[in-house]
Each structure stands twice: as C-alpha cells, then as structure tokens.
C-alpha cells in the first residue's frame, strides 16, 4: 500500500484499529498500555475512539529504557520517563499499544517490562504501522497497515497541532559506528 | 579544565566528588533517581539494565548502611556483586593495594565502590583502573562522600520541590566530615539561597567562609527560620582527642531537641547521615518525629546509588537515538 503520511490516513488507520480492538474485547473489560512515546499518542486516540468505559482502568503508560537489549551500547537517553501502570496487571487482558512495529526488540522489552509487574491473563500487540525488518520471533496481533520501507529508512510519528502523522528519514549515520 | 570523572562527552565515567559537577548532571542524577525510585511498588523490584555486570564493593572501612545500599542498588539493577571483606582479603597479608586490584580487574569487574579512611584513595584507584572500568566513591577520609550528599539533594528535593530559596543548616563536626563537604558543594551547586554551618569554633575548617557559608556558633540562632536542618554525627573519638569538653556538654549546646528546632520554620525538615547517636546531636523525640526524614533518606539513598551506577557503567559509548 502506499505509505499512509497524512493526518487523515492516520485517522483512518485508529478507526480501523479501534473496531478490531472493539470486536476482540467487547467482553473481556481489557487494560490498556501504551509505549512511550508515540504508542502512548496512538493509545490515548484510541481511548477517544472506544471511550473511557471501555477499558477497565486510565491508560497505562510504559518506559522500556531499562529494558532494552542494547542498554550498554547506547547509553541511555537522559530524559526517561518512568512506566506508570495505575492497576493491577495479574490475571488480566492487556492491550499493548505502539506506533512503528520493526524489529520486535521494543516489544520483547515490553513484555518483560510488563511481567515484572504480575503475570497478565493475555498480551495482545496493536500497532499502527508493521513494517519490514523483524528480528525476532514477535509480531503484532492488531495493525492498522503493513509497510515495506527501503533498508536505511526508519519511520517516525509525529504529534503536532493534536494530530498524528507519519514521516519518513533517512536513518542517521553514526560517526565510527 | 578538564574533570577526570567525566568522559570526554562530559558524561560521568567515575564518581568521586561533588567539586567540578555542573547543575545540571547533579540534577540528571536526581531525575533518574525518581525513576528508579517507583520500582519498590513492582511485584519485581528489579530492571535488568547493568545484567551481566560485575560490581566490587571494595570496603576498607567498615559501613553496613553504605555498603548495604549500595549492593542492594547494584542487585535492583541486575548486577553481580561481591563485597571484598579486606579484614580476610590479599591486603591484610601484605600485597599491595595495586596489585590487588589489578587481580580484581582481571575478574572482569566493571565497577569498583571503594569506601577507603584515607582522604583520595577513591581518585587513587580511579587513576588506575582500566578505561573500561568506573569507580565510585563510597567514602573517602575526610575528603568525599558524593552518593551521600546525593541523596540528602534528592531528599530536600522531594520535600521542597527546589532549591533556589531555601535556607539549609548543617549542624556539627564539619571540620571532619566528607559528608558535609560534599553536602555544601552539592548545595551550592543546585543555587542553595543560603548555607549555614553551626558548630564549635573546634569542629569547623579555619577556611569556613571561602566555601561560601555563614558561619553560626550558637545552635538557636543558626537555626532561625532555615527550612532544611542536617545534623552530623559526633564521632565519640573527637571527645578523646579533646576537641569538645563531653558528650553532654555537645549535646547542652548543639544537641537538636524539640524546643531548639522550634526555631527554624514550622515545616523545616530534619536530616542525618546516620547513624545516629541518640541524646548526643539529636534527641529521640526529634529523631523520631513528624520532622524527620531520616529513614527516608535510607530508602533515597538506593535510589540514588542505582542512579549513579546506571549513568557510569551507560556512558561507556556515545549516546545515539534508539529504534525500534
């Protein structure tokens, strides 16, 4: 498909995003968690489309720096914020919100983030955008569009003006990397 | 110039002293504090960021808080930690401290927290461990104690939300602690509006007022309308060696007692490094109540262990954007 950039693609995607979500829980009163920080952008729009009811708590937000596999090659970024999840994470069906699925290393470190607070009923991945280049063995359960991406282009969403678009980069070139 | 704690992107490599820190490193350490500082509420007080990391904690002096803190901090990071015990170790049969840990390094230790009685001992080691390797100092003679000043930074930060207008006092033996003097860079550094050391002509540096402090001989009047009371404990040999007349005499003078704190603002907060000697700077009925902070600030101090330990061993490359 061709690449959804725009505002009102985004819009389009959430919509679609929100009736999958809206027909797979209707019955199972789910959490919702959204990873910083354009996963928390996506959950919060999504909240707005399925209503506060919905969900059985506020939304939760989760701060995977610390759980990175790449921690001692990167450094950390010095402005992390921390997880916040207000409820109780056992025996129950979360819903595990992001912008730009690639590699899957993210949602590893989300799922173990996510496990150190209990041991949830299920874990259902909802992702804006897939694209290609996947690492490991994770895929998302709900996607709102599926995208092929030239090798050394990444995706990154946008918040401007309270709505959400999409942009292309080239990936930067780190010096003596 | 150039500050040999910093890595050449100016990010901490090793953490030995206060002096020639700039604000706002002192203020990263303390926002990445409160976010470790959450991680108590977990059903897993853990996070894997330093997994597969060796620490040593190289105590040539006793401390079971400061060691304790510091081990727990490395263990919520995932670290592997030993504790060297020198009483039993390769120094007390004579080899020599250089050797010793060089044998250490080739442990493949990433970190060393060395606690030592001799002012620059930390820095000592610093200057010859392996590029790869940072040491942080857990206290060192007189000279530093920058994790402890920390977490009193963060503690004052937690009650009173910034530093620019408070009035702090310090109140005590500040002539031989490496807690205040790393109390007072720290408090300057964060713009502190007014620092005030209260103590014996005995116990305070001849140099008082160079290091930027208003100097108060009576415990009453120092403590008028201050917002944020430290008192640090009396070590009983400086009584032996005749610096103060007795322990009760101390405490007559400079003990913090109810009716004495009275005199600082009604929401003053009361601090110590511990360990406290009750009856001696401080009466239990102000140790204990709704004043005191002093256990809080055992609790901040793993926090601000962990803090300092993640930047250190993290800033071991350059900082580059994550993706996902």
Known sequence: ?177 | MANNQLTEHGRLRHFLTIEGLKRPLLTEIMDRAEQFSGLGNRQVKKVPLLRGKTIINLFFENSTRTRSTFELAAKRLSADVMNFNISTSATAKGESLLDTLHNLEAMHTDMFVVRHNQSGAAEFIAQHVAPHVSVINAGDGCHAHPTQAMLDMFTIRRHKGQFADLRVAIVGDILHSRVARSQIQALATLGVGEIRVIGPQTLLPRDCQTMGVHVFHDLASGLEGVDVVIMLRLQLERMQGALLPSAREYYRCFGLTAEKLRHAKPDAIVMHPGPINRGVEIASAVADGPQSVILEQVTHGIAIRMAVMSMALGSQSDLQEAQS
């Open chain 1, 1 to 177: 498909m061709t690449m959804p950039t725009s505002p009102a693609d985004i819009n389009a995607l959430l919509d679609t995003m929100a009736n999958a979500i809206r027909e797979q829980f209707s019955d199972k009163r789910p959490l919702l968690v959204g990873i910083h920080t354009g996963g928390v952008w996506i959950a919060k729009a999504l909240l707005k489309r399925l209503g506060d009811d919905f969900f059985d708590a506020p939304l939760g937000t989760l701060n995977i720096a610390y759980y990175r596999d790449d921690f001692t090659r990167i450094g950390m970024h010095p402005q992390v914020s921390p997880s916040e999840l207000p409820f109780e994470v056992d025996n129950r069906h979360l819903v595990l919100v992001d912008d730009v699925f690639y590699s899957g290393r993210t949602t590893r470190a989300a799922l173990n983030e996510l496990f150190d607070y209990g041991r949830p009923a299920s874990v259902t991945l909802a992702v804006l955008i897939a694209r290609n280049g996947r690492e490991l063995p994770i895929h998302p359960d709900i996607v709102g569009a599926e995208v092929t991406v030239a090798k050394g282009q990444h995706l990154k969403l946008r918040h401007e003006n309270n709505s959400l678009s999409l942009i292309v980069r080239e990936t930067e070139v780190k010096h003596g990397k």
